[in-house]
């Protein structure tokens, strides 16, 4: 599995594997899961190519320098708002020791 992404440093494949122990109740799950995007997550890091390491993080759907990540909140329909927030006129704060 780590032999499609091309040579990796001794360094990379050790600290994945000291990741991947720490999880021994779910090595099926991490093994087919995290550990490629692990993988593709540190091998974005050394790629100079713009757009291998964009498809990269496209394929394995990891946030990065190349990608966006967008976040929607969906309410339910009694914790929508209702109409525009109400506009509210606060008083600038005096410096110390002026308007009593």
Not at 15 to 26: N, V
Not at 55 to 76: F, I, M
Request: glycine share 8%.
């Amino acid at each position: 599995m780590l032999a499609r992404f091309g040579p990796l440093s001794k360094c990379l494949v050790h600290s994945i594997c000291a990741i991947a122990a720490q999880f021994p109740s779910c090595d099926r799950w991490l093994s087919r899961v995290q550990l490629p995007r692990m993988v593709a997550g540190a091998e974005i890091t050394s790629i100079n190519d713009e757009k291998v390491a964009e498809e990269l993080a496209l394929k394995y759907q990891l946030a990065s320098k190349y990608t966006n990540l967008l976040l929607v909140h969906v309410r339910e329909e009694g914790e929508k708002a209702e109409g525009l927030p109400k506009l509210q006129k606060i008083k600038q704060m005096s410096a110390a020791g002026w308007g009593g």
